[in-house]
């Protein structure tokens, strides 16, 4: 039998490396007040004390300990070598001076003199983010600080009812089921925001009401820069043909509840769309969230390359913290290639930043026990770096080609009655003849198009006017024939058919398929 990994707590952690005598801990964290809780909670425990310094307050300690003015950082450290106190220092923001070449090689100094010392004394560096020299890379334990769970933010929830004059008219004060659908929506806040927007929500409405919540984590996700939170509504039969992919989807369903592991199944860890522009994969991303009544974060693979050296890998491991913090949860990664293409080359063009980067997420994906489903979609994947589609890192690869036949009719269908019309009015199985070699995508701007133009002329969309689009349209299968055959060449024999016949099995059949890829 295969053991699980066991999740340890960020404050379990903390604690193990404090009792194992590591002299330099970094521990990542925005919330600075919730960290130092812990951080007070296991000096208690231990028995040892806790001093905190800033740049503006100096070293600060228990029993009225003040040095406001030991605010230069080699003081404080030259004053924490010579302390005979038995506890741990926290350095807060302390980050912008590892650039410093003597501050870096005084800590390397004091991560060897703490070891030797009869007091058990530790530096903690608390930071929102994470910079670390390269010199500092050996000595330095790094600890990322977990976003509240459940039963943090449910301690917040008692916290915040005991608040109001009548708790009892709160619904959520004996309602378990919405209690829960409450943390559930609170997921992926910190102990701050989730205060702030429940007691928002309390004088807003009088309740724990799950929309305001879920509009200020819309915000605050979007600060980040990198993720977007979708509300989707994208219906998994709004998706024309795939029927292989819907199938897989569909048996995939329930693959994160309780009653999937104990019946020995793992986690699913994602799929890979790849193929031609505009045939259904991001329309796929979004309606699996609704299949599966998951919510689903965008990752802009573009948007964490920051001009900020360090800033880059430190936008990834935010990014992987919130969907953990919100799990299960969809990752959607849209058009891979883009953000991954250069990584090869990354050692002379960005200093290795690319290189880093993709190896943080390819790590986690590799390694992630989190319940976090990854959708990438990817347009060109000659450009994807091999060690992304080997074996491994996702369940599943499937190629998505032009829609045949069939799916053509299925799309007419659902883009004519999607603008209140009825497709008994129309020659459906013309207008899937007459569009072989066209997209998803371009078949909903024939039905767009010819419905403007029937609007400009005051008559009522009709067979002419779709079939007049359809004569304007030039699809991407003529102007781009080429990198089409060499998309369907590699998926060939490497990625698994999203449909029972793919367009290019309609058209030329297996054999001459395969000769005109030759």
């Known amino acids: 039998m295969v053991k699980q990994r066991i999740h340890i707590s960020a404050d379990k952690q903390i604690e193990f490396l404090i009792r194992a005598r590591y002299s330099l801990i970094y521990i990542v964290s925005s919330e600075e007040t919730r960290v130092e809780t812990v951080l007070k909670q296991i000096a208690l425990n231990r028995s040892k004390k806790v001093f905190f310094w800033s740049i503006t307050q100096g070293l600060q300690g228990d029993d009225n300990f003040s040095k406001d003015d030991l605010r230069e950082p080699l003081k404080t450290l030259d004053f924490i070598d010579e302390s005979d106190s038995n506890g741990f220092f926290v350095l807060r923001d302390f980050h912008p001076f590892l650039q410093d070449a003597v501050v870096i090689r005084r800590l390397r100094d004091l991560n060897k003199s703490l070891k030797t010392q009869a007091n058990n004394k530790n530096i903690i560096i608390l930071s929102p983010m994470l910079k670390i020299p390269q010199e500092l890379e050996k000595e330095m334990s790094i600890i990322q600080f977990d976003l509240p769970r459940r039963d943090e933010l449910n ?130 991303a979004k309606a699996i969230s609704n299949l599966w009544r998951l919510p689903l974060l965008k990752l802009d693979v573009g948007r964490v390359f920051s001009s900020l050296v360090g800033s880059s890998e430190e936008n990834v491991r935010n990014a992987i913290s919130t969907a953990e913090a919100i799990a299960p949860s969809i990752l959607w990664l849209d058009e891979l290639e883009k953000g991954f293409s250069g990584i090869q080359s990354s050692g002379a063009t960005d200093a290795g930043t690319s290189a880093r980067v993709f190896g943080t997420f390819i790590t986690w994906m590799q390694e992630k026990t989190s319940p976090v489903f990854v959708v990438a979609t990817a347009n060109n994947v000659s450009q994807l770096p091999p060690e992304l589609i080997r074996k491994g890192r996702f369940d599943e690869i499937f190629y998505i080609d032009l829609p045949n036949k069939a799916e053509r009719e299925k799309i007419f269908k659902i883009h004519i009655e999607k603008r209140k019309r009825d497709i008994k009015n129309f020659n459906i199985p013309l207008l899937a003849e007459k569009t072989s070699g066209y997209s998803g995508a371009e078949i909903e701007q024939i039905v767009i198009s010819a419905l403007y133009d029937a609007f400009d002329s005051g008559i009522e969309l009709s067979d002419e006017r779709l079939l007049h689009s359809i004569s304007e349209l030039f699809p991407l299968s003529q102007t781009m024939s080429e990198e089409i055959n060499r998309i369907r060449t590699w998926a060939k024999n490497r990625a698994r058919k999203a449909s029972e016949v793919t367009f290019s099995d309609e058209i030329f059949g297996e054999e001459s398929q395969a000769k005109l890829e030759i």
């Open 155 to 284: 301690k917040i929830i008692g916290q915040v009812i005991r608040l109001v004059d009548n708790p009892e008219t709160i619904e959520v004060y004996n309602d378990i089921h919405k209690r829960e659908k409450v943390l559930e929506a609170a997921l992926g806040l910190t102990s701050e925001e989730a205060e702030n927007v429940f007691a928002r929500s309390i004088v807003q409405t009088g309740q724990f009401d799950i929309n305001i919540i879920l509009s200020e984590k819309e915000q605050i996700i979007r600060k980040s820069g990198v993720l977007e939170f979708y509300k989707t509504d994208e219906d998994i039969e709004n998706v024309g043909g795939l029927e292989n992919l819907k199938t897989w989807l569909h048996k995939r369903t329930n693959a994160f509840t309780p009653e999937a592991r104990d019946f020995g199944l793992p986690q699913p860890k994602g799929i890979l769309l790849i193929g031609i522009p505009g045939c259904g994969k991001s329309l796929t």
